[in-house]
């Protein structure tokens, strides 16, 4: 039982990105993976949820879910089989509020064993005004109980009740729009979550709830990566181990006391060579 | 309703009865004796038969229209002018194209209404639902009436105003339906009286309404208000291939009115429709316009704001699929002072389909401290679609607040790309980023046309996929 990444080698357009990165995150574990800017993060997250901009290079790439490699899906098999990505600059949907993407995703994520049935979908109207259409596809949980469970995660986030219902990511802040980001994935519990940069734009009391949510996620068995370029958020959610990746290669891999080091001396060291 | 015990001249049957009663049926073509014909076989007044020989006339010397939609494929000497729209319809459930009986499956509509909305059944059942909301209204004074009781029934009244706002001489085919007109609604409220419930074509169901020249005249007199909704979302199938209806709405001082039409023929129809409101002091018209299907739609609802503090709105959205072009928008005519106007257009190609914005907003010399306010955005679903604007303005003075935005996007790779790492299908994030884009017309809709709306899109969006 692992996410399992080997040998990943990724371009975009005509320059190559990722050069033959290898890593295992265990469920329950926290991997933090830092950088300079430009050193392919970014890239990482992206090709990990399968982003078609982002080619695969080496025939031998591999992306594994618990033994499953699923380098070939589309993102949203990948989202299916319980991988997240929590996104740097989630883009804005007009008229899509959080609440309604995730009635629907939750409903694929969670009920991905079953076929899913053909009318699963964009029903906002209907959920709220039938319970009976809703819980029909998902058995666990009412709509009644769903927006009782969204409205608690939210609650947690310090996510004000009218967010939920407002269009994704619009004339939001930059703070809000990584809280959402969160949500989603309390929401949605993966397997294996990634969180590109969700520290940037966060004042200090937002990042200690954030940092606490994704302790949460590791508390429950969610295998968490966490991009960053700065060492503070770390201090809250500490990671198992942290690696660095400087143009396109992972340099360094150790435990959490390696994040101190490029606190204290940057990342000279290892961009030199 | 006395109609329905009247012996009726001819075969023409009015009302609720059985599809094989209708025995007359006018030959192909548009000529003088067509229209006498159908005037004759209705019992109508002098002035109405001259009216339609008039409008007639009138047709043959109008040029097509040159601008909109492609036009040139409409052969008029193939149109039945006048056949009872029960007898046109597919005579069983089996008839129907296959697409059409998939769709209604699919959307999940009942049985019943699926015959009905077929054309197969002449739906008994709604008789009832019919005459206990007649009850309702004729207590508060109010008529709502298919157009042909309408003019039998109170013809000072509708010589008054029928005509009035759209004359023959209009257009084309405003032209065409004078001289041609069957069914439609007539409705009038009295003054002061609010009418509750939304008044429904669909429950006045005597098939007349969905004639292919329907002709609809609501005058909603001083301070009252009323909600008129037409059309289902629901395929329309019909094997006409030409639907030009006008509808004329009067709105009198302080007075409310709402006209929400979803539109969705099957794709062999050019739907070609004259709407206008007439507004006077503090009254307020308000269109609300779905257009899905048709081949071509070209209709334009318009408001003209008579009165000082009249207020207009027109609330478009438009969808065109493959071979589909929708023409659609609105105009404002402001020709007092303080009126006030909003045009919003929402629309949609996808899988080459097409759609044109055309609006004309006009303020008049003595329309001073108007406002008015013109917002068209566009979605491509893919690069084969295509989607125009065709903004008119005609300001007179300089004592007007006028604001226009318009936007043409795309479905962005990066929206697609975020709706699908949260799990959702390619068919299910297109389809959500649709309906977020029409969400705010939408929302004006009743609950039951925005749900059907959002699941029509979910389909359409399903089949663009393959």
Redesign the interface.
Do not use: C, W
């Given at each position: 039982m692992s996410l399992k990444i080997k040998n990943l080698s990724v371009s975009l357009g005509e320059k190559q990105i990722l050069k033959d990165i290898s890593l295992e995150i265990k469920p329950g574990t926290i991997h933090a993976i830092m950088g300079p800017n430009g050193s392919g993060k970014s890239t990482l997250a992206q090709a990990l949820?399968?982003?078609?901009?982002y080619k695969i290079q080496n025939p031998k790439s591999k992306i594994q879910i618990n033994n499953k490699n699923i380098i070939n899906y589309?993102?949203?098999e990948?989202?299916?089989e319980g991988l997240?990505?929590a996104?740097q600059n989630?883009?804005?949907?007009?008229?899509?509020s959080v609440a309604?993407?995730?009635k629907?995703?939750y409903q694929?994520?969670k009920s991905k064993n079953k076929e899913?049935r053909?009318?699963?979908?964009?029903?906002?109207?209907?959920n709220a005004?039938s319970s009976q259409t809703a819980s029909g596809h998902n058995p666990a949980l009412s709509v009644w109980q769903f927006n009782e469970m969204l409205v608690e995660k939210a609650k947690k986030l310090g996510i004000p009740q009218e967010f939920l219902r407002r269009?994704l990511n619009e004339a939001f802040s930059g703070g809000e729009k990584k809280k959402l980001e969160m949500l989603?994935a309390l929401v949605?519990e993966p397997k294996y979550a990634i969180f590109d940069e969700i520290d940037t734009g966060l004042d200090v009391d937002a990042l200690k709830i954030v940092a606490k949510a994704i302790d949460e996620l590791k508390k429950t068995g969610c295998g968490v990566v966490v991009i960053t370029h700065y060492q503070r958020i770390l201090k809250f959610a500490k990671p198992d181990f942290v690696h660095i990746l400087v143009k396109g290669k992972i340099v360094a891999s150790d435990g959490g006391k390696l994040a101190q080091t490029v606190e204290k001396s940057g990342y000279k060291k290892w961009s030199e060579n | 309703m006395t109609q329905f015990a009247q012996p009726i001249t001819s075969g023409y049957q009015y009302g609720f009865h059985k599809p094989e009663n209708y025995a007359f049926k006018a030959k192909k073509g548009l000529s003088q004796k067509t229209i006498e014909e159908i005037s004759w076989h209705k019992n109508e007044p002098d002035w109405m038969t001259k009216f339609r020989l008039d409008a007639l006339k009138i047709f043959y010397t109008k040029q097509m229209p040159a601008w909109g939609g492609d036009l040139t494929k409409i052969d008029f000497n193939n149109i039945y002018y006048y056949i009872k729209p029960i007898g046109k319809k597919a005579k069983s459930w089996e008839e129907l194209p296959k697409d059409i009986k998939d769709t209604y499956d699919?959307i999940?509509i009942p049985e019943a209404e699926k015959k009905f909305l077929g054309g197969v059944s002449a739906q008994y059942e709604s008789e009832v639902v019919y005459k206990s909301i007649q009850n309702t209204l004729s207590k508060k004074g109010v008529i709502f009436l298919d157009m042909d009781s309408g003019l039998r029934e109170y013809p000072d009244l509708v010589k008054e105003y029928f005509g009035k706002l759209i004359p023959p001489a209009d257009n084309k085919f405003a032209a065409l339906n004078s001289a041609a007109w069957s069914g439609g609604s007539f409705i009038y409220v009295p003054k002061g009286v609010h009418v509750e419930l939304p008044l429904q074509a669909y429950f006045r169901i005597n098939a007349a309404n969905m004639g292919q020249f329907e002709r609809t005249l609501i005058i909603a007199d001083e301070g009252s208000f009323v909600s008129y909704l037409e059309g289902c979302t629901a395929p329309i199938y019909t094997t006409d291939s030409l639907h030009a209806a006008v509808v004329e709405i009067f709105v009198k001082k302080g007075a409310r009115v709402r006209y929400t039409t979803i539109q969705n023929w099957s794709t062999n129809v050019y739907n070609l429709v004259t709407k206008r409101m007439r507004v006077d002091k503090e009254g307020i018209g308000e269109w609300v316009d779905g257009n899905i299907g048709s081949k071509l739609t070209m209709k334009y609802p318009s408001v003209y704001l008579m009165g000082k503090g009249a207020r207009g709105e027109v609330l478009s959205v438009a969808y065109a699929g493959a071979n589909q072009h929708q023409d659609a928008g609105g105009k404002a005519i402001h020709f007092a002072p303080y009126t006030s106007s909003k045009i919003t257009s929402k629309s949609i190609s996808a899988r080459g389909g097409r759609t044109s914005y055309r609006g004309l907003i006009q303020v008049f010399p003595h329309a001073t401290a108007a406002k008015t306010k013109v917002v068209c955005d566009a979605l491509l679903i893919d690069d084969a679609s295509r989607s125009d604007t065709y903004p008119t303005m005609d300001i007179r003075h300089s004592d007007v607040q006028v604001e226009h935005e318009a936007t043409v996007s795309k479905i962005?790779?990066?929206?697609l790309?975020?709706?699908?790492?949260?799990?959702?299908?390619?068919a299910?994030?297109e389809?959500?980023?649709v309906?977020?884009?029409?969400?705010?017309i939408v929302k004006e809709l009743p609950?039951e046309y925005?749900?059907e709306l959002?699941?029509l899109?979910?389909l359409e969006m399903e089949g663009s996929v393959g």
């Open positions: 949820m399968g982003n078609p901009n589309g993102p949203d990948r989202a299916r997240f990505l996104f989630p883009t804005a949907i007009p008229g899509v309604n993407l995730l629907t995703a694929l994520v899913s053909h009318k699963v979908g964009i029903r906002d109207a209907v005004h269009s989603q949605l | 699919r999940g962005g790779d990066e929206q790309f975020y709706l699908l790492s949260r799990g959702l299908k390619k299910d994030a389809a959500m980023i309906n977020g884009f029409i969400e705010p609950l925005a749900v959002n699941r899109i979910q």
